[in-house]
Antibody, heavy 124, light 112 residues
């Protein structure tokens, strides 16, 4: 059974850094890419990044460019989102989600399984 | 970026009645493989998004048949044929053809 668990959220000051973790089970992150999506307070969903199944490349949304990077530890079947230079508008619940199919191209298709999310609050 | 525009922002429907949500993309999400890279998600408070529909019209496993998706190119529709109490949620469309992936602003569905 596919399961994803995010952790690492918390309160951080503007300009600070945080690393989120996404522990996966029931599938291998070596076979499926992982999305990060966030929901800001009172607002909608925003796609943040996608780490391809081979782990050698990622796609990023505008909010992540230059500040966020993804990585992984295949021995732990875990994906990480490193967030630097955080701003108040990064305050959100961050979800990781498994891509819906494996494709050699590594394209970021729809997400079929999601974690429960972890809350990040950027405030002084 | 591909802008996804949903309408209406909110919808009030009686139990058992039909709910229809529209989603329009600023550029086509139909790829050369004849697939529309368009998904629909259901979001309830305190829960993660749930995939309902992908490829614009393919129902995810376990999703009730009352949920259906249609459309092609730039114009898409999510239909709930007979609204149930458990369908109260915010619904989002998402295109996944063009990077960055983008979501619509969401449509809140309530019971009348």
């Amino acid at each position: 059974q596919v399961h994803l668990v995010e952790s690492g959220g918390g309160v951080v000051q503007p300009g600070g850094s945080l690393r989120l973790s996404c522990a996966a089970s029931g599938f291998s992150i070596s076979n499926y890419g992982i999305h990060w999506v966030r929901q800001t307070p009172g607002k909608g969903l925003e796609w943040v990044t996608f780490l391809l199944f081979h782990g050698n490349n990622e796609y990023q949304g505008d909010s992540a460019k230059g500040r966020f990077t993804t990585s992984r530890d295949t021995s732990k079947n875990t994906v990480y989102l490193q967030m630097n230079n955080l701003r108040p508008d990064d305050t959100a619940i961050y979800f990781c989600a498994k891509v819906g199919l494996h494709d050699p191209s590594g394209h970021p298709y729809h997400a079929d399984h999601w974690g429960q999310g972890t809350l990040v609050t950027v405030s002084s | 970026d591909t802008v996804m525009t949903q309408s209406p922002d909110s919808l009030s429907v009686s139990l058992g009645e039909r709910a229809t949500i529209k989603c329009k993309s600023s550029q086509s999400v139909l790829y050369s493989n004849n697939r529309n890279y368009l998904g629909w998600y259901q979001k309830k408070p305190g829960q993660p998004p749930k995939l309902l529909i992908y490829w614009a019209s393919t129902r995810e496993s376990g999703v009730p048949e009352r949920f259906s998706g249609s459309g092609s190119g730039t114009d898409f529709t999510l239909t709930i044929s007979s609204l149930q109490a458990e369908d109260v949620a915010v619904y989002y469309c998402q295109q996944y053809l063009h990077i960055p992936l983008t979501f619509g602003g969401g449509t809140k569905v309530e019971i009348k």
